[in-house]
């Protein structure tokens, strides 16, 4: 519980950015030696600048006490913390290049499971949208029973993702851009509810966490390397999926996309990856 504890502080620090922290996590092997530079001056590696040190110092009471706020808060709510050295922690995830140094997850699911699968898409779903997400986790579920779906929750092609996924008895995680203390949208508080029974909900941001925009875009990292696979349903030629499926791709995982008419808005940015052979 001490490194969870400072592994929390570590990403608290005023003025130390989330690559700043992950690379002293992952140059001294825990958040324990990170902060024992604080007493042990003389070992204190070349390569690490002054400036970031003072960061430590000045940041580290305010910081222990945020990370023991959250570690309450977790108590209270059966609230799983997953560092990244932690066996549980996403595989997957920890082999890319800038994973999360800490997640919270409520549920049951297991985020090792052998075939995890991301399906993203537009909020705006048309009728071919739901009728694909109607039609193919059914049809997943046939070919692959182990199979965990992966999605944020959002509405259009997320959400109708998950109740599909929940349709047909497969395990399925929401990754939130926000803390485990509120469901964003909160029309689909009911969904995430039974989700937690079946799959569960999973982020890297503290309790308190308003659901900002940039929270949305940096989650999609985590929507993309925990997963082997990407599957976009319908997107317009720009968009967040667009960003999940190219972060995919860039963490070498395999990428697909339902192809649509040439004339139709949400199917454009899916036949855009098909032409680039992406």
Known sequence: MEEHLLTLALTRIRGLSQPMALSLYKELG??????????????????????????????????????????KFCEKGNIRILALNDEDYPARLKETVDPPLVLFFLGNANLNASRIISIVGTRKITEYGK??????????????P????????????????????????????????HGLDMIYPSLHRTTAQQMLKQGGLLTEYFS??????????????????MSEATVVVESAEHGGALITANLAHD????????????????????????????
Not at 147 to 170: C, F, K, M
């Open 30 to 71: 825990s958040a324990k030696a990170v902060f024992d530079l604080l007493n042990n001056k003389e070992s204190i590696p070349q390569q690490i600048p002054p400036k970031i040190i003072g960061m430590l110092r000045d940041g580290y009471a305010d910081a222990l006490k945020r990370a023991q706020e959250e570690v």
């Open 131 to 144: 009728s694909i997400c109607q039609n193919f986790l059914p049809e997943l579920k046939r070919t692959n």
């Open 146 to 177: 182990d199979t965990l779906i992966v999605s944020g929750l959002a509405y259009g092609v997320d959400i109708h993702a998950h109740r599909a996924s929940l349709e047909s008895n497969l395990p399925t995680v929401g990754i939130l851009a």
């Open 208 to 225: 308190r966490t308003n659901p900002d925009k940039g929270n949305f875009v940096r989650r999609n990292r985590i929507v993309a390397g």
């Open 251 to 278: 963490y070498n995982r395999e990428v697909f996309a339902f192809p649509g008419r040439i004339n139709d808005q949400f199917s454009a940015g899916c036949n855009k990856l098909i032409a680039q052979q992406k």
